[in-house]
């Protein structure tokens, strides 16, 4: 028999469970305490209709942290190395969020409600914790919660004919990281162009279970004819557009450089963040590489050399259908690499070798062209 996932409440579900199990969800992981499908036809049939149609996804299990009072935005600043000083309402930030050394605590998506309230849309690690844990340590007056909202993804290139559908024209107006409110069924909910794809898409902030699993039907009736689905974050897709996995690709052992977030670190910026003297001083001494390797083969392990010298370890990986190619993140150590491109890994095959390159793909560089 193989092994089941036992659920209890401390695996929560979300109001949309009951929906995802009748799709046929195939397998499912544990991300922020709450469940999350990883597939429903298989990973490959999955990618395919994920890039050429559109899917509704279940992804509650992105948790929102809410900071609310006066130093709310002190406590934001200070949990991130990205400048926050002129971030505006309605608009989303991708916020590395680093501890006093400058490591990794999370990849978050913050939006500024107003100068006394942000909201943390979490990767998998416990920011309500940490949170608090620097509110109550820096005497700080912030209440720290996690309200109850849900979000749905809406990806796919046909995601904005089926949010046309729903939400009406207004939908066309949403910039790429924008967020604003819609009304659906008499409830205001926040929708943002954004999403784990690089598909174009939608996610919807439901804050109302009753109402959101209405919207979940109705995005299916309305979205008969362009073949929605349910779905989920997609290891194929996400890995050929560069999209990185907290727990995965970097942890508490990592810093924004090693897995390039340089561009949301503000060196020079004059403001009050935890992580900001540390990374001042940081030099990295690994970094997160793209993997390219020639063939449909299966790894044996995650090790890789140059000669007989192990010179990283891949933390994601996934053969590629659309450019026949099997990709890989790896976590190089810079030392070991010497500058290095050309790798080795063991297959089921033997060695293979493989190609580094830097992230996200440039496929067109790599002279790869896609196949469909
Ligand atoms: N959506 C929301 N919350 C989330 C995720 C999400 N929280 C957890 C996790 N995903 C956080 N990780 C990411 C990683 C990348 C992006 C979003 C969330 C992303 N990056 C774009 C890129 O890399 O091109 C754009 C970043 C930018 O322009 O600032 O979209 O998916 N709500």
Known sequence: MRPHLSISRRTRRTPFSSRVEAAGASGYTVYNHTLLATSFRGIEVDYWHLCENVQVWDVSCEKQVTLKGPDASRLAQYMTPRNLTDAQVGRCYYLPMCDENGAMMNDAVAIKVNDGHWRLSVADSDILLW??????????DVEVREPDMYPLAVQGPKAVELMIRVFGEGIKELGFFAIAPFMYNGQRMKVARSGWSKQTGYEVFVNNPEIGTQLWDELFTKGQDLDVRAGCPNLIERIESGLLSFGNDMGHET?????????YVDLDADIDSLSLPALRKHTPTKQLMGLVLEYHRNLSNLDVFVGEKKVGDIRSQAYSPKYMRRLAFVMCDLAAL???????VITDQGKATGHLTSLPFDFDALGLSACR
């Open 338 to 344: 010497d500058g290095a491109t050309s790798v080795e």
């Open 131 to 140: 949170a608090k844990g620097l509110a109550v340590g820096f005497d700080l």
């Open 255 to 263: 810093t924004p450089f090693e897995i390039g977030l340089d561009k």
